[in-house]
């Protein structure tokens, strides 16, 4: 009888306090979501506009062997459509069997980080990454001559090429290193994780996302200074920070700026787009969940002079790190793989 009581009082607790929940006004989080909103185009430069015989190029090139000088590997082995355009391992496999010194991270969004690609920002653009995998020893292991030789044997290569670059037409041998990376940017450039929850919620359809994750977002982009470094659309400033994880010899952009302080283990902002379905976290796969991800970030990480400003103990409640969690949650879309076997659009394609 009082466990009967005691259910009921419950019952009536929960009823009473999921009324005060919806009556209480939800705060107008119009200006605070505004920088949130999904950009209406995505960008191609002008040295290398979108056309579709240069994305259906650049797909077959990004999941062709022929890439490999063993013909084992295709750009689709490390960033796989179906896990979000990385993959499951902490750092990424060398064709030898050891790692690599670094995870590979998502190709989503990355018409949106064009001028810091890599954990410390060694490539300038898009169209300068594709020969870095290709002709790395530990990886593709592949020459410049080679591939073009290879290519060209290919008659329905040499026939893409000339579609895909109109000036090539009439060229004996169309297929060029530019060409190569320029295709292969073209395709990447549509990689982009589909219509969250969240997005919704900036659409204006309060009730896409949970209590839970509004009050997640809140902290997001208050209290936990998350929003500091993975703000916009993309939820990446394309910038670098020391957030208190790489030890050592992982100096990461300081590489390149060996005299500053700042950039000394320093990586690249990642989007947070899709994260919930990509561990594990982090340029060497060191943080193998959400919440261990959302742990260091209450610890504040490694306390040194290089640490972000804008990383400092959070003392978060286990609820607020419930939230957080949820609100990251709230980011994941319905599978992006699309344009790994969708037909490519005739024009540049919105978000
Ligand atoms: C062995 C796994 C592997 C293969 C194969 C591979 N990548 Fe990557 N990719 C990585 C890793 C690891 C990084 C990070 C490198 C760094 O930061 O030093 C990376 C980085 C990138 C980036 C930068 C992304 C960003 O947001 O910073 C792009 C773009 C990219 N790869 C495209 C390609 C293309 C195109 C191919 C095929 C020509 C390819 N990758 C093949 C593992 C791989
Ligand atoms: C000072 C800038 C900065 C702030 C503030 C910041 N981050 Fe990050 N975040 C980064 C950087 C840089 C990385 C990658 C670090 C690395 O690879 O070692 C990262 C990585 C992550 C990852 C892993 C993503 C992946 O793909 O591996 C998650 C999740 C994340 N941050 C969430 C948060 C949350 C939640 C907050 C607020 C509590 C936050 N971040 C605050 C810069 C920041």
């Excluded at 005060?20 to 960008?43: H, N, S």
């Excluded at 000036?167 to 292969?184: C, F, N, S, Y």
């Excluded at 959070?314 to 879309?333: C, H, Q, R, V």
């Amino acid at each position: 009888m009082a466990t009967r009581i005691a259910g009921a009082a419950i019952a009536l607790i929960a009823i009473v306090g999921c009324s005060w929940a919806v009556g209480m006004t939800e705060p107008d989080r119009t200006a605070q979501l505004a920088p949130f909103r999904r950009a209406d185009a995505i960008p191609f430069p002008e040295t290398n506009p979108y056309s579709r015989a240069k994305a259906e190029l650049g797909r077959s090139l990004f999941f062709d062997p022929v890439l490999s000088r063993d013909g084992t590997r295709t750009c689709g082995t490390c960033h796989l459509p179906s896990n979000d355009w990385t993959d499951d391992r902490p750092r990424a496999p060398r064709n030898d069997g050891a790692a690599m010194a670094t995870r590979t991270p998502t190709l989503l969004d990355v018409a949106w980080s064009e001028r810091s690609l890599g954990w410390d920002g060694q490539f300038r653009d898009l169209e300068s990454v594709a020969f870095g995998p290709i002709t790395a020893a530990a990886n593709m292991n592949m020459t410049e001559a080679l591939l073009i030789e290879r290519l060209s044997a290919v008659p329905s290569y040499v026939s893409a090429f000339r579609a895909a670059f109109p000036e090539a037409a009439d060229e004996a041998r169309p297929i060029t290193r530019l060409r190569i990376e320029q295709a292969l940017a073209t395709f990447q450039r549509l990689i982009v994780a589909g219509p969250a929850p969240f997005d919704r919620w900036v659409s204006g359809e309060t009730g896409a996302v949970s209590a839970a994750a509004r009050r997640g977002f809140d902290l997001f982009t208050g209290r936990a200074h998350c929003e500091a470094c993975h703000s916009g659309p993309s939820f990446t400033d394309g910038s670098f920070h020391d957030i208190g994880t790489a030890q050592g010899e992982e100096i990461g952009r300081g590489r390149f700026f060996p005299t500053s302080t700042a950039l000394r283990h320093a990586f690249k902002t990642p989007t947070l787009r899709n994260v919930a379905r990509r561990p594990p976290y982090m340029h060497d796969g060191s943080v193998t969940t959400l919440a261990a991800v959302i742990d260091l970030y209450d610890r504040g990480g490694i306390d040194r002079p290089s640490r972000s400003r804008d990383i400092r103990p959070l003392n978060l409640t286990p609820g607020e790190k419930a939230d957080l969690i949820a609100f990251l949650e709230s980011l994941t879309d319905a599978g992006a793989d699309g344009p790994a076997y969708q037909p490519l659009p005739d024009h540049p394609p919105t978000p």
